[in-house]
C-alpha cells in the first residue's frame, strides 16, 4: 500500500464550510491529534515496508546452503540498526512486530493505518500476544483492537492482559504450577555500587510484599524530621526484614504492620464443582490467580480482605450528609470497585488513592457509593485546581466523566460493579 492510499484513509480534518456561513475553528488540540493520527499512519507504513524488506531480501537468499538465513536476518537487523541510528535490539524488535503485524495481526495494522489507533497500542498487543497459544488469537484480538481505539495507553495494557486471561482460565492452574517451579532470587549490579535484587515468585505474595512494605514507608515517612522518599523507606524496609529477619531497626509502631491485599472471588468459583468459564478469581492491582489459590486465601488466612462478589447484608452504601469520612467499609468497597484511580488513563492502585467527594462536601455533596471515587493525589488536585469538570454517570455503576477545560469528554469506566438487588415484590412486579 502506498503512503498516499494511507493519507487517504485518515478522518477527515476540521471543516471550515459549516452550514449557513457558519463554521467552526480547529483549536490547538484539533491540530495535535490530526498530528497523532499522521504519526500512526506513518508508523503502519513503516512496519508494512520492513517486513517487505525482510522478505525480499530472505527471498534472494533462498536456496544458498544451511545457515545462510541466519545470517541474512542479522544482516538486515544490523543495516536497519544502522539506517535508524538505534541498536540492534531495537531493530529486531521492529522487524518482529512488523512481521506480526503484517501476517499475524493484519486488523490491528489496518486500525493503525488509519489513524484509529497508535504505535504504541499496536507494540503492546503484539508483545503480549506472542505468549499466546494460537488457538486464542482470534478471539482475543478481535475484542483487543476495539479497545486500542478507545482507551489510553496503560489502561489499554490492563485490559488486554485481562482479556488474555479470561481466555486462558482454564489452563492457569496448570501453568501457574508450571511457572512456581520456575521461582528464583537473582542480583544484578549497576553502576555506584548499587543491584537490583530480583524475586521471581507468585504475584499473590509479591502484591503482599509491596503492600507491607508500603504501609510501613509511609508511617516512618509521616514522621517530623524524615527527609526519604517514600521508594527509598521501602527499600530500607526491605533490607531490613530480610537481612534482620524483622523490621528490629524500626519502631514498634512499623513492625506491628502486616500485609492487607484484596482478593475478589466470585462466590461459586469456590464451589469444588465451579461452573466452567466462570470469571477467575483476581489480586487487586494485579490480576488472576489460580481458584485454588483463591479457595486456600478464602478459608481463613489472616491478613487478607476478602471480597465475594455475591450479596452481603449490612454494606453500607451511604452516610448522606451525616458525616464527611466514609466509614471503612465504604471505602473498602469504592477503592475495590475501581481498582485504579478513576483519572483518564492513571494505573495508580486504588489503594494508593485519596477517596474523592465528586460532588464537594461543602457544596452539599453526599458521602455515599455514588458520589466517591478513589482519585490519586496528582490528578485530585487537577480536579480541583486544574479546569476540569467530573461527574459521576448516572446508572453507570461508578463510572467517571472528566470534562477537560477545552470540553472535551473522557469517560472512566470503574474495574468492577457492585451488585444491585431489588426486592423480590419489586422483581416480580409486571412492567
Same mark, same amino acid.
Given at each position: 500500500?502506498? !503512503?498516499?492510499?494511507? !493519507?487517504?484513509?485518515?478522518?477527515?480534518?476540521?471543516?471550515?464550510?459549516?452550514?449557513?456561513?457558519?463554521?467552526?475553528?480547529?483549536?490547538?488540540?484539533?491540530? %495535535?491529534?490530526?498530528?497523532? /493520527?499522521?504519526?500512526?499512519?506513518?508508523?503502519?507504513?513503516?512496519?508494512?515496508?520492513?517486513?517487505?524488506?525482510?522478505?525480499?531480501?530472505?527471498?534472494?537468499?533462498?536456496?544458498?546452503?544451511?545457515?545462510?538465513?541466519?545470517?541474512?536476518?542479522?544482516?538486515?537487523? !544490523?543495516?536497519?540498526?544502522?539506517?535508524?541510528?538505534?541498536?540492534?535490539?531495537?531493530?529486531?524488535?521492529? #522487524?518482529?512486530?512488523?512481521?506480526?503485524?503484517?501476517?499475524?495481526?493484519?486488523?490491528?495494522?489496518?486500525?493503525?493505518?488509519?489513524?484509529?489507533?497508535?504505535?504504541?497500542?499496536?507494540?503492546?498487543?503484539?508483545?503480549?500476544?506472542?505468549? %499466546?497459544?494460537?488457538?486464542?488469537?482470534?478471539?482475543?484480538?478481535?475484542?483487543?483492537?476495539?479497545?486500542?481505539? %478507545?482507551?489510553?495507553?496503560?489502561?489499554?495494557?490492563?485490559? $488486554?492482559?485481562?482479556?488474555?486471561?479470561?481466555?486462558?482460565?482454564?489452563?492457569?492452574?496448570?501453568?501457574?504450577?508450571?511457572?512456581?517451579?520456575?521461582?528464583?532470587?537473582?542480583?544484578?549490579?549497576?553502576?555506584? /555500587?548499587?543491584?537490583?535484587?530480583?524475586?521471581?515468585?507468585?504475584?499473590?505474595?509479591?502484591?503482599?510484599?509491596?503492600?507491607?512494605?508500603?504501609?510501613?514507608?509511609?508511617?516512618?515517612? /509521616?514522621?517530623?524530621?524524615?527527609?526519604?522518599?517514600?521508594?527509598?523507606? +521501602?527499600?530500607?524496609?526491605?533490607?531490613? $526484614?530480610?537481612?534482620?529477619?524483622?523490621?528490629?531497626?524500626?519502631?514498634?509502631?512499623?513492625?506491628? #504492620?502486616?500485609?492487607?491485599?484484596?482478593?475478589?472471588?466470585? /462466590?461459586?468459583?469456590? !464451589?469444588?464443582?465451579?461452573?466452567?468459564?466462570?470469571?477467575?478469581?483476581? %489480586?487487586?492491582?494485579?490480576?488472576?490467580?489460580?481458584?485454588?489459590?483463591?479457595?486456600?486465601?478464602?478459608?481463613?488466612?489472616?491478613?487478607?480482605?476478602?471480597?465475594?462478589?455475591?450479596?452481603?447484608?449490612?454494606?453500607?452504601?451511604?452516610?448522606?450528609?451525616?458525616?464527611?469520612?466514609?466509614?471503612?467499609?465504604?471505602?473498602?468497597?469504592?477503592?475495590? +470497585?475501581?481498582?485504579?484511580?478513576?483519572?483518564?488513563?492513571?494505573?495508580?492502585?486504588?489503594?494508593?488513592?485519596?477517596?474523592?467527594?465528586? #460532588?464537594?462536601?461543602?457544596?452539599?455533596?453526599?458521602?455515599?457509593?455514588?458520589?466517591?471515587?478513589?482519585?490519586?493525589?496528582?490528578?485530585?488536585?487537577?480536579?480541583?485546581?486544574?479546569?476540569?469538570?467530573?461527574?459521576?454517570?448516572?446508572?453507570?455503576?461508578?463510572?467517571?466523566?472528566?470534562?477537560?477545560?477545552?470540553?472535551?469528554?473522557?469517560?472512566?469506566?470503574?474495574?468492577?460493579?457492585?451488585?444491585?438487588?431489588?426486592?423480590?415484590?419489586?422483581?416480580?412486579?409486571?412492567?
Amino acid at each position: 500500500m502506498s !503512503l498516499d492510499d494511507h !493519507l487517504d484513509g485518515l478522518p477527515a480534518g476540521p471543516s471550515l464550510d459549516g452550514a449557513d456561513g457558519w463554521f467552526e475553528v480547529p483549536d490547538a488540540m484539533d491540530f %495535535v491529534l490530526e498530528a497523532a /493520527a499522521m504519526l500512526s499512519v506513518f508508523a503502519a507504513y513503516q512496519f508494512e515496508h520492513v517486513d517487505a524488506m525482510r522478505r525480499e531480501l530472505l527471498a534472494e537468499a533462498s536456496g544458498r546452503g544451511i545457515g545462510v538465513r541466519e545470517v541474512i536476518e542479522r544482516g538486515i537487523r !544490523l543495516e536497519l540498526a544502522a539506517a535508524l541510528r538505534v541498536t540492534e535490539r531495537a531493530a529486531g524488535e521492529l #522487524i518482529t512486530r512488523a512481521e506480526a503485524l503484517v501476517h499475524r495481526f493484519p486488523r490491528m495494522l489496518d486500525a493503525l493505518s488509519r489513524g484509529r489507533t497508535t504505535e504504541r497500542h499496536a507494540e503492546i498487543l503484539v508483545d503480549a500476544m506472542m505468549s %499466546v497459544e494460537p488457538e486464542f488469537h482470534d478471539r482475543i484480538v478481535e475484542a483487543a483492537i476495539e479497545l486500542a481505539e %478507545v482507551e489510553s495507553v496503560g489502561t489499554f495494557r490492563r485490559s $488486554l492482559r485481562k482479556l488474555i486471561e479470561a481466555e486462558r482460565t482454564q489452563t492457569l492452574l496448570e501453568r501457574h504450577e508450571v511457572a512456581l517451579d520456575q521461582r528464583r532470587v537473582r542480583v544484578e549490579f549497576g553502576d555506584d /555500587a548499587m543491584a537490583w535484587l530480583m524475586v521471581y515468585l507468585p504475584a499473590v505474595e509479591a502484591c503482599a510484599i509491596q503492600a507491607r512494605a508500603t504501609a510501613m514507608a509511609k508511617v516512618i515517612a /509521616a514522621r517530623e524530621g524524615e527527609t526519604r522518599t517514600l521508594d527509598q523507606i +521501602r527499600a530500607d524496609v526491605i533490607a531490613d $526484614l530480610l537481612i534482620e529477619g524483622e523490621a528490629t531497626a524500626q519502631s514498634a509502631d512499623v513492625r506491628g #504492620i502486616r500485609a492487607t491485599v484484596a482478593v475478589t472471588v466470585p /462466590a461459586l468459583a469456590l !464451589l469444588d464443582d465451579a461452573v466452567p468459564g466462570a470469571e477467575p478469581a483476581t %489480586v487487586e492491582g494485579m490480576g488472576p490467580i489460580p481458584i485454588a489459590r483463591a479457595r486456600e486465601l478464602c478459608g481463613g488466612a489472616d491478613g487478607w480482605m476478602r471480597v465475594l462478589t455475591h450479596p452481603e447484608t449490612g454494606m453500607v452504601l451511604s452516610v448522606g450528609r451525616d458525616q464527611y469520612r466514609p466509614p471503612p467499609g465504604l471505602r473498602r468497597l469504592v477503592k475495590w +470497585r475501581a481498582d485504579r484511580c478513576m483519572a483518564p488513563g492513571c494505573g495508580m492502585p486504588a489503594s494508593r488513592c485519596e477517596i474523592d467527594h465528586t #460532588i464537594a462536601w461543602e457544596v452539599g455533596g453526599t458521602t455515599s457509593l455514588l458520589n466517591l471515587a478513589p482519585i490519586c493525589k496528582g490528578h485530585h488536585i487537577v480536579k480541583h485546581h486544574g479546569g476540569w469538570t467530573v461527574r459521576q454517570v448516572d446508572g453507570s455503576g461508578g463510572a467517571l466523566e472528566w470534562t477537560s477545560p477545552s470540553g472535551r469528554r473522557y469517560r472512566v469506566e470503574p474495574e468492577r460493579r457492585v451488585p444491585v438487588f431489588r426486592p423480590a415484590a419489586a422483581r416480580d412486579a409486571p412492567f
